[in-house]
T-cell receptor
């Protein structure tokens, strides 16, 4: 059975701290790994990773994939209270033109003043 | 440039009633996916559709649940004879036909069963 595991489950940090969120996976026929940010409503797309070792960066957020060790990390530097959210990791399988996403349970990040 | 549109945002039903959830994909997207999120759990895949076709319904409960994506109009997720355990947030996502594109999500419908 395909599995995506995120750690830690929850995290409380002070504004300005740097955080690293982890995502490991065991799936057949991997295509890509995606990160989403979920606040009160829609999960918002952050990154899609398909190749090992190539960092994707957007502002204070960055992510990298290791296809040999089957994991990804999401880094957030200089955290702000607006970064408080649930961060979801998902894996897409290589099954034709499109496929379902298998999600982890998420990491709940709280950034305090 | 509207994103994925879901309605209603909140839906309250009594046990035994029917629930209909609607989803209009982003402009230019031909693939629609439905996910369910139970309290304190991750999103679970339910069904993947293209226009007039169900491609993968491996996550749909065998009874009471059905989905469609007609040639005209939104995709509909229908739950018949709802039970308390159907209370959840139901999210719709869409993606374009081009291979390997990310899915973009709507704001979800929060279904509450009394």
């Amino acid at each position: 059975e395909d599995k995506v595991v995120q750690s830690p489950l929850s995290l409380v940090v002070h504004e300005g701290d740097t955080v690293t969120l982890n995502c490991s996976y065991e799936v057949t026929n991997f295509r890509s790994l995606l990160w989403y940010k979920q606040e009160k409503k829609a999960p918002t797309f952050l990154f899609m990773l398909t190749s090992s070792g190539i960092e994707k960066k957007s502002g204070r957020l960055s992510s990298i994939l290791d296809k040999k060790e089957l994991f990804s990390i999401l880094n957030i530097t200089a955290t702000q209270t607006g970064d408080s959210a649930i961060y979801l990791c998902a894996v897409a399988l290589n099954t034709g033109t499109a496929s379902k996403l298998t999600f982890g349970t998420g990491t709940r990040l709280q950034v305090t003043l | 440039n509207a994103g994925v549109m879901q309605n209603p945002r909140h839906l309250v039903r009594r046990r035994g009633q029917e629930a209909r959830l609607r989803c209009s994909p982003m402009k230019g997207h031909s693939h629609v996916y439905w996910y369910r999120q139970l309290p304190e759990e991750g999103l679970k895949f339910m069904v993947y559709l293209q226009k007039e076709n169900i491609i993968d319904e491996s996550g749909m409960p065998k009874e009471r649940f059905s989905a469609e994506f007609p040639k005209e109009g939104p995709s509909i997720l229908r739950i018949q004879q709802v039970v308390r355990g159907d209370s959840a947030a139901y999210f719709c996502a869409s993606s374009p036909q081009r291979v390997g594109q990310p899915q973009h999500f709507g704001d979800g419908t929060r279904l509450s069963i009394l």
